[in-house]
């Protein structure tokens, strides 16, 4: 199992090598080093994003060369962001997970668009663009969600956000009808906001959900989406 990540690892370090050697220092890639935490043995939920955070006041001195690192196992980082009070990992326990903290030992994270972290998704755009090695980052990332679906063998995945969502169902050729969806209307009628997408691939459920805080779902879209994941 692990060889298969190993192999991520490698291909990651290999990737950001390239890139780097393209970019000047201001502009380089950032990777933490783990671009999976969390349980490695069929998790109840593999929760996947956009790429990980970082923060932008923090941008400018971040490291700006790298070690290569093996890779290795590690507890799943919403375990010690949810005992700090981040709201993401709060939201995922509070709404997703019955308020019962201690079912993140059994969960597992990582990042659909890219393991390298900014700021926000423009941050990381721009970079990649810079590089001209969009397409080699585009199959790195395949790549690497197809090795941790294979090496982890997850009961769900639940993409955090409907960017995620669609990373994934446009990575894979998973079609729209494929997909389940429900909204709820707003206030005003004028729009029909969706909270929760589910799919299949490979015959594992990937779920999207509306749940971070800067989507501003609604309570009762929350509501329903406890409610979804209690049945889970």
Not at 85 to 98: F, M
Request: with cysteine; net charge neutral; hydrophobic share 40%.
């Amino acid at each position: 199992m692990h060889a298969k990540l190993e192999g991520v690892q490698a291909e990651i370090y290999d990737f950001l090598e390239s890139a780097n050697a393209q970019l000047p220092g201001k502009d380089a890639l950032y990777y933490g080093g783990q671009f999976l935490t969390g349980c490695l043995d069929r998790p109840d939920f593999l929760f996947a994003g956009i790429n990980p955070g970082f923060g932008a006041d923090d941008w400018i001195g971040r490291p700006k060369t790298f070690q290569r690192r093996p890779f290795e196992a590690a507890p799943c980082k919403f375990i010690s962001e949810q005992e700090e009070g981040a709201p993401l990992a709060s939201d995922i326990v509070g709404v997703l997970l019955n308020d019962d903290a201690s079912r993140l030992a059994r969960c597992a994270e990582t990042s659909l668009v890219s393991v390298f972290a900014t700021p926000g998704v423009p941050d990381l755009n721009r970079q990649l663009a810079a590089t001209g090695l969009q397409q080699r980052h585009g199959q790195l990332m395949k790549h690497a969600v197809e090795a941790i679906l294979e090496a982890l063998r997850p009961k769900q995945v639940v993409c955090i956000g409907m960017t995620a969502h669609k990373a994934f169902t446009g990575t894979f050729g998973i079609s729209q009808n494929q997909i389940a969806m429900k909204s709820v209307k707003s206030a005003s009628g004028l729009s029909d906001p969706v909270y929760y997408k589910c799919s299949e691939f490979n015959g594992i459920p990937v779920h999207g959900v509306l749940i971070h805080r800067t989507a501003h779902p609604s309570r009762v879209m929350l509501d329903e989406l406890r409610q979804i994941f209690k049945e889970l």
